[in-house]
């Protein structure tokens, strides 16, 4: 009797644990294939330098196409929303008819799943902080919010032939509802507006997959340089939301000293990956992962980056330093069931390598890189996210 008692209570423990690690992973499982994984942000459609054009779509779908061949699941097509308030964007190609074009050439020729992200490009200063006139007119005026849930209910109208496992919306890339500080009220007023925005959607999809990020940039990871403490709760960022299907997502660039090297950035550069900033990333993610247990619902890294290295005027100490961020970031998210969202295929964290000749407006203070020249994958930054150069 005491033989099956003892051997009763090894199976009872043995299903306790099989059932909650199932849970714990279904906690956190994509509602979308599509989302899995290692993605990449684009912002050919809203910065200053985007190039190229979707009304060139040869040299347009050359710029994206090998995303598919080097293993990346998904493309976040990060576009211009300052068209909501009747402002011009930087390029004349960034409207919403042209977004809607540009999302359907990326649908239409890869295998891509594509995730269509709104983000305002004007920006004013305010105390010495840069702000979106976008984001400081949705979180006041009626008339803009109203504008912005339209838009959104205009692209689900447009584009509700798409499967959802191809397409799935980011409602607004960094929301901001941060001065001059995060509130719980800030954050209510923002879930208020992305609620009115989600049922617009859903009552032309109803099955469309929304990715929704806090406020203060969904930075639930920053941090006081001095202390080392974490600047807000949780909970003052971002909270749950009474529907389904809705991915959450948070941005890092944690730590800073690290991921941040270049003048015009952190102030700074040239300092190696160490071990401190290996506990950092594992504590993050720790934190993020125990938040959608939690709350039962799947995370994803949005947005994280580093800026890369080119000798002798920014990025980390050595050429492999970003790689090894890389692996750990697979290794602490991707590999618990996190997908995570490089920031970005252009730009000075792109995922090619950069030289000093590629510095195509250098001035004494950093180095801009749209794209550079050759192309080539950064091997270090490849192998870390498990991509394929070839």
Known sequence: MVHLVKICCVIGSAIFVFLHANTAQAQSKMPVAGLDGVGINSAVMWSANGRPSPRFPESYLKHFK?????????????????????????KPFQNRDEIITAVRLLLD???LHVTLSLK????IKFKKKNIQVFQQRLEKERAVQNAFVD??????????????????????????????????????KWEAIASRAIEG????????????????????????KKSGKLKYKFSTLIRKLPFKDIVYGIHTYEPEAFLQQA?????????????????????????????AKKYRVPVMVAETGCVSY??????????????????DIYRYYVKRGIPVVWW?????????????????????????????????PDPALFKGLRLKAD
């Open 120 to 123: 305002g490009y004007k920006q």
């Open 344 to 376: 970005g295929l252009e730009k000075e964290k792109t995922i090619f390598q950069r030289a000093a000749t590629d510095c195509t407006s250098y001035t004494n203070k950093y180095c801009d890189t749209w794209v550079p020249l050759s192309r080539e």
């Open 151 to 188: 838009a959104w209910a205009g692209f689900a109208k447009e584009l509700h032939d798409v499967p959802r496992e191809r397409l799935s919306f980011a409602l607004l890339n960094e929301p901001e509802f941060e001065l001059p500080k995060p509130t719980n009220a800030k954050r209510k």
């Open 109 to 111: 020729n890869t295998n």
């Open 310 to 327: 080119v000798e002798g005027r920014e990025g980390p100490a050595n050429p492999d330093d970003c790689g090894k961020f890389a692996a």
């Open 66 to 90: 090998p995303l598919e061949k080097y293993g990346f699941s998904n493309v976040v097509l990060v576009s211009c929303a300052d068209w909501i308030i009747e402002q011009s964007c930087k």
């Open 201 to 224: 959607i859903r009552s032309v999809s109803p099955d469309r997959v929304i990715i929704y990020e806090g406020i203060a940039k969904s930075t639930v990871f920053r941090r006081w």
């Open 263 to 291: 003048n015009n950035r952190f102030g700074s550069w040239g300092r190696p990956y160490g071990k401190s900033y290996r506990r950092l990333v594992k504590a993050n993610a720790d934190r993020l992962l125990s938040w």
